[in-house]
T-cell receptor
Framework: SQQGEEDPQALSIQEGENATMNCSYKTSINNLQWYRQNSGRGLVHLILIRSNEREKHSGRLRVTLDTSKKSSSLLITASRAADTASYFCATDGAGGTSYGKLTFGQGTILTVHP | DAGVIQSPRHEVTEMGQEVTLRCKPISGHDYLFWYRQTMMRGLELLIYFNNNVPIDDSGMPEDRFSAKMPNASFSTLKIQPSEPRDSAVYFC????????????FGEGSRLTVL
């Protein structure tokens, strides 16, 4: 089964609104990453947050991590039509079968309407 | 710097034919990954290499799949014989220093097996 599970599966908002996507995972991790994938393209790394960090910012992106709840959220503020894409979380299992490799969730499809 | 380069971008073949997908990682990156993406199963890690040596091939679906990395700048993923259920987008990614750090993805090879 997937280590990371995103919700919602799809999110539709208007330009200028904020978009929040969530990721839950099952096992302990060393770090959690978020990636974006535009339609027909490869994945692009957005941000990495380590297990000893609680929050991280990069431009309009804000990521939080709650290791006690095994969950993370990605907030995109003041969204733009160009933010339309699929967003994936990826976790490196600190133990078990996921150890030493990144496992991706199923993704959230974000649509930002102009 | 050029990113990860994959070829072909699109491949349509008939069941039973051999398929070879190619990847050139980013220069200086010592890890190379092959992922497969489908609607049903999401993004799955097939195999990864460190310094041209296969480290984990537990995701390779069956003996019909093989991957090689003859040198630091080239890798192939071969499917022989191909089947319709192999239809997917195959991504190559590379990273530097760790298998669970930031991955740089290619644009993918979309394979359709008829």
């Amino acid at each position: 089964s997937q280590q990371g599970e995103e919700d919602p599966q799809a999110l539709s908002i208007q330009e200028g609104e904020n978009a929040t996507m969530n990721c839950s995972y099952k096992t302990s991790i060393n770090n959690l990453q978020w990636y974006r994938q535009n339609s027909g393209r490869g994945l692009v790394h957005l941000i990495l947050i380590r297990s000893n960090e609680r929050e991280k910012h990069s431009g309009r992106l804000r990521v939080t991590l709650d290791t006690s709840k095994k969950s993370s959220s990605l907030l995109i503020t003041a969204s733009r039509a160009a933010d339309t894409a699929s967003y994936f979380c990826a976790t490196d299992g600190a133990g078990g079968t996921s150890y030493g490799k990144l496992t991706f969730g199923q993704g959230t499809i974000l649509t930002v309407h102009p | 710097d050029a990113g990860v380069i994959q070829s072909p971008r699109h491949e349509v073949t008939e069941m039973g034919q051999e398929v070879t997908l190619r990847c050139k990682p980013i220069s200086g990156h010592d890890y190379l990954f092959w992922y497969r993406q489908t609607m049903m199963r999401g993004l799955e890690l097939l195999i990864y290499f460190n310094n041209n040596v296969p480290i984990d091939d537990s995701g390779m679906p069956e003996d019909r799949f093989s991957a090689k990395m003859p040198n630091a700048s080239f890798s192939t993923l071969k499917i022989q014989p191909s089947e319709p259920r192999d239809s997917a987008v195959y991504f190559c990614a590379s990273s530097r220093g760790a298998p669970t750090g930031e991955l740089f993805f290619g644009e993918g090879s979309r394979l359709t097996v008829l």
